[in-house]
């Protein structure tokens, strides 16, 4: 263990340094004293071995003295309020010397009492009453920390008040205070310090931190004010040397005295103090009463006194008063309780079934969630001021600063993953109820609410106030109502707001209406992205899969909103406005479902009284009477029948209701190149656009995709086009049955797979390897009932094959032949025919038995194999017609379809064309 000097050793330094000047010393120790001559005299070599163990209770000498704070700075200072003792939770600090080095405490270490200073004493047996130390009863004290330090200086760790050490003959401090008497009640009075000032030109800064967390840093200001002094360790002292008195000097001329770890902490050059509000530092218990009366004066000066001397540096730092405004979280009752009018129903939290969005900032912005799994928005994150009596008020309260520690929220919205990092202040967006953040002055907000602490001890928040000069802006802005909406049975759209208040902090949004009461809205439920608000009176059950909140706005019927108020991060704004809010009942009507054309469709509706009914449907020519409505030229569609009230007072009243047609205008192209959904040839051009445009959904190997609105996925483009590069939806899996649903119109159901030829010329064949061969010669072997032999061509290009059993080319004969040469996606094997002379086939063949085949006449690696499924064939006019061959085993496979429907539905004629409505379709 490392062990602390003796008493006399820890003043050598001091000695050698120098002394208090000769004028100064000799107006202590008075210029006739003997002992006064001496210590002038005083040679610095003189042995320091002469311990006061050696010294006599008797004549005048110095002596160093444990003295309480109020007598150290009585004379020093003008205050009526005395110095405290400093109060301390940690215990080690207060025992640790290089942080409270010139200081004594209680033997526990809860209490720093005073200050060890050298005081002159005229006759030294007055300290007769008061416990004197030697160096030889030190006593070791261990301190209470990870520190490997043991300390003997017995005064330090000693908790008697005015305890003194005698020091060696001729010691010669740098300052020091004369003791003048011992009053009646038996406690030393003394003179104000003594020693050579020395003035320190540095540029102190003050900064007014009540509540506040430097910024950046997960570290609390020390007070409510803070003063740091640059290169104070360089220009005043160190950690090494005892600091006796820090005072602040001020315009009208009082002075207030600091403590060691209360009040300075000098090891960064710091100084603060409390005046009320802030109530512990680093858990030591702060004491305002000496310093309130700074508010509001300027300090002029900072005077250290140290063992090295006094420093003095002149200052011009104003004690501004403050006011207190922070963020905090506040529950939506409490938040619009003083800000609505004429309506005492509570604004409940917000329920959410879906997790994401609460938790999504973008859409919530402004809002705070105390659950980390967002099933509940539960109020807002709005700009208060303190006027609580200090933070012991808020204790039990979440603080935030700017070091506080981060918050990573992961949201998935739309199947996209996301995930935010939100720091400081906005570490508020998740957390709990009062959790607050102090705004520093220069943030001080437009407008705000007042916090007090009420009777019963809980929080209660003010109606919302503004700074002086300040108020809510017109807005230009404008409103529209509608009961077409899928938030609510009311919404509002509001346009004209910048984007800069969309986008930010929205704290409230008020409705007011016409007799003066008004309506508090909350995010998500009824504030969406901003400029849309959402209104439930009881006929909208959920809002997005929980149970709407109904009751604070239900009586909104048959009023009209006046005025729309916004309180954002980006400023308060108004919007004037005349927005009926139309009653409803719940009436619903039905209407029958019909055929399109010319017509007529039941309605069924029970109207409210005093309700004169107007029927119209949009896009369509009705006329109502009798239950029924009737109609002409009506495409075939979903319709709405909209029934308003001609007095204007009742909502619309609609019902949907659908006109179909037997036939579809459309069908699949069959070009795997360009896939399309095309207009049959006897369609009317109006009729097919109107079935692009009715298309709700489509169906590809079962799955479906709708064709509009949320996770939409367009398939059939507006102009019938398929998009078979995106990848989510055709996955290469192929053949892709696709189901297209057009409203009004019956199902199109088709095929979509790679044709396998496309030729560009129905006649004879041409040169090239029927298997790829890159040779003129290529044997093939038997496998699976196939044969083997080789191929070979002559001069003409035709090919042949020499069957390897009988070593004869095939004649007028089918063979069923591997091809090793085939490319990626093409056959392994087909079917080839030789005619009578042996050569291999390509084009139209008519076998005997009077079907047709088609053999592939284009060398890809094909050259001559046999054809199957649909094909488009040029023939001799140079237009393209679409053939189907047979696909199946069967016996004939390969043969082509004529004058009947194919396998997938489809027409041919009698020459095998493809037909839609008699008539071939060609390209």
Not at 715 to 744: C, Q, R
Not at 831 to 855: C, E, I, L, P
Request: glycine content about 8%; overall charge negative.
């Amino acid at each position: 263990m490392k062990k602390q000097k003796t008493l006399a050793v820890l003043l050598s330094a001091a000695m050698v340094a120098g002394a208090i000047p000769t004028a100064a010393l000799a107006e202590v120790v008075g210029s006739n004293s003997e002992s006064g001559v001496k210590a002038a005299e005083l040679n610095v070599d003189q042995k320091l071995e002469e311990q006061n163990e050696a010294s006599e209770d008797e004549g005048s000498g110095f002596v160093l003295m444990n003295v309480p704070y109020d007598k150290v700075y009585e004379n020093d200072i003008q205050n009526d309020t005395k110095v405290d003792a400093v109060s301390s939770a940690t215990k080690e600090k207060t025992r640790k010397k290089k942080v409270v080095n010139g200081t004594y405490h209680s033997e526990d270490g809860s209490e720093i009492k005073g200050a060890i200073i050298p005081v002159w004493v005229d006759d030294l047996s007055l300290l007769k009453e008061f416990k004197k130390v030697t160096a030889s009863n030190a006593e070791e004290v261990e301190v209470a920390s990870a520190s490997d330090s043991t300390y003997n200086d017995n005064l330090f760790n000693l908790d008697d008040d005015y305890a003194y050490a005698v020091l060696p003959n001729g010691y010669e401090p740098k300052v020091c205070k004369k003791l003048m008497k011992i009053d009646e009640d038996g406690k030393p009075v003394f003179s104000k310090f003594f020693g050579g000032e020395q003035k320190i030109e540095t540029d102190a800064t003050i900064v007014a931190c009540s509540g506040r967390y430097h910024p950046g840093k997960n570290k609390p200001y020390h007070g409510d004010y803070e003063i740091t002094i640059p290169d104070y360790q360089k220009l005043i002292a160190s950690s090494s040397n005892a600091v006796y008195e820090a005072v602040l000097d001020t315009n009208e001329g009082d002075s207030y005295g600091l403590r060691l770890l209360e009040n300075t902490y000098l090891k960064d050059g710091e100084l603060a103090f409390s005046t009320g509000f802030t109530t512990k530092s680093k858990k030591c218990i702060l004491n305002p009463n000496h310093y309130k009366s700074l508010i509001g004066k300027t300090i002029t000066q900072i005077r250290f006194v140290t063992e090295k001397g006094i420093f003095v540096i002149p200052t011009e730092l104003k004690v501004e008063k403050q006011e207190i405004y922070a963020l905090m979280n506040i529950p939506y009752d409490e938040l619009y309780k003083n800000d609505l009018k004429q309506n005492d129903i509570p604004v409940d939290a917000m329920t959410s079934a879906t997790y994401q969005k609460t938790r999504t900032k973008s859409l919530s912005n402004g809002s705070y969630h105390k659950n980390s799994d967002g099933s509940k928005i539960d109020g807002v994150t709005f700009p208060v001021k303190l006027m609580v009596n200090s933070d012991a008020d808020l204790k039990e309260l979440t603080h935030v600063g700017d070091g506080s520690k981060e918050l990573t929220i992961t949201t998935t919205l739309r199947g996209k993953q996301q995930t935010n990092t939100y720091k400081g202040r906005d570490t508020l967006f998740e957390n709990g109820t009062y959790a607050y953040y102090v705004l520093s002055p220069e943030e001080k907000p437009d407008f705000y609410k007042e916090v007090t602490v009420g009777e019963d001890g809980k929080f209660e928040f003010s109606e919302t106030k503004f700074q002086d000069g300040k108020s809510a802006e017109k807005s230009k802005a404008t409103a529209e109502i509608t009961t077409k909406t899928t938030r609510g049975d009311y919404q509002i759209n509001v346009s004209g707001l910048d984007k800069s208040v969309t986008n930010s902090s929205i704290y409230e949004v008020i409705l007011e209406t016409k007799d003066g009461k008004s309506y508090g809205l909350r995010h998500l439920e009824n504030i969406w992205r901003g400029n849309e608000l959402g209104i439930y009176t009881g006929y909208t059950k959920e809002s997005h899969g929980v149970d709407a909140s109904v009751e604070p706005y239900k009586d909104i019927m048959g009023k009209t909103i006046d005025k729309i108020t916004y309180l954002t991060s980006a400023g308060a704004y108004e919007i004037d406005t005349d927005l009926y809010v139309p009653m409803k009942d719940g009436t619903q009507a039905e209407v029958a479902d019909g055929k399109s054309g010319n017509g007529s469709v039941a309605v069924t509706v029970k109207l409210p009284e005093r309700f004169d009914p107007e029927y119209q449907v949009t896009g369509l020519k009705t006329s109502f009477a009798d239950g029924a409505l009737t109609y002409t030229d009506a495409m075939p569609g979903k319709y709405t029948l909209t029934i308003s009230d001609k007095n204007e007072k009742w909502a619309d009243i609609e019902a949907d209701f659908v006109l179909s047609s037997d036939t579809n205008p459309a069908y699949y192209n069959r070009d795997y190149s360009a896939p399309a959904v095309i207009k049959k040839g006897s369609a009317d051009e109006a009729d097919f656009a109107n079935y692009l445009k009715n298309i709700t959904k489509v169906s590809v190997n079962g799955k479906e995709y709708a064709a509009s609105g949320k996770g939409a996925a367009v398939i059939v483009k507006s102009d019938g086009t398929i998009d078979l590069a995106n990848s989510s939806v055709f996955d290469g899996k192929e053949p892709y049955t696709v189901v297209v649903t057009s409203t009004g119109y019956p199902d199109l159901t088709f095929e979509i797979k790679q044709v396998t030829y496309d030729s560009s010329d129905s006649d004879s064949g041409e040169s090239g390897e029927p298997a790829g061969s890159s040779s003129k010669k290529k044997n093939t072997s038997a496998s699976d009932g196939m044969t083997a032999g080789s191929w070979s061509q002559d001069a003409a290009g035709n090919w042949y094959f020499k069957n390897a059993a009988n070593g004869k080319n095939l004649v007028s004969a089918w063979a069923h032949i591997e091809n090793p040469y085939a490319g990626a996606g093409q056959p392994k094997d087909s079917w080839f025919h030789f005619d009578a002379n042996g050569v291999m086939q390509t084009g139209w063949f008519k076998d005997s038995d009077g079907r047709w085949y088609f053999f592939n006449p284009v060398s890809d690696s094909t050259l001559g194999r046999m054809m199957t499924g649909w094909n488009w064939i040029k023939g001799n006019d140079g237009k393209l017609r679409c053939y189907y061959f047979e696909e199946i085993s069967n016996g004939h496979r390969g043969a082509m379809y004529s004058g009947t429907t194919t396998p997938d539905g489809y027409t041919v004629d009698a020459d095998g064309a493809w037909t839609v409505n008699g008539i071939v379709v060609t390209r």
